[in-house]
């Protein structure tokens, strides 16, 4: 899964009308539960102790069964790699 640091999220906007990620924009008012989990959105995938474990986040780190590339990454190159700096800019990341 490809998503951004807490701070990208924070820095990232829409269209300059919402300060934060697109990802935020839906978490915090388009969804029907006001802060509804959003698969990609940092926080959302914190504080969900089965996704901490699937991502190996949390304590069961040993188990992890899928990975996070949490942009933007030092690499710029390969498929654990990112450079986008908003959420809807991974489908924009150079080939690997």
Do not use: Q
């Amino acid at each position: 899964m490809f998503t951004m640091r807490r701070d990208w999220e924070e820095a990232d906007s829409v269209a300059g009308l919402y300060r934060k990620s697109l990802l935020y924009l839906i978490h915090r008012a388009l969804e029907p539960e006001r802060d509804a989990p959003i698969l990609g959105l940092g926080i959302s995938i914190r504080e969900d102790p089965k996704l901490g474990d699937l991502f190996g986040l949390g304590p069961a780190a040993c188990r992890r069964k899928g990975e996070i590339v949490w942009s933007v990454t030092e690499a710029t190159t390969g498929v654990s790699a990112s450079t986008s700096r908003t959420h809807g800019g991974f489908d924009n990341d150079p080939p690997p």
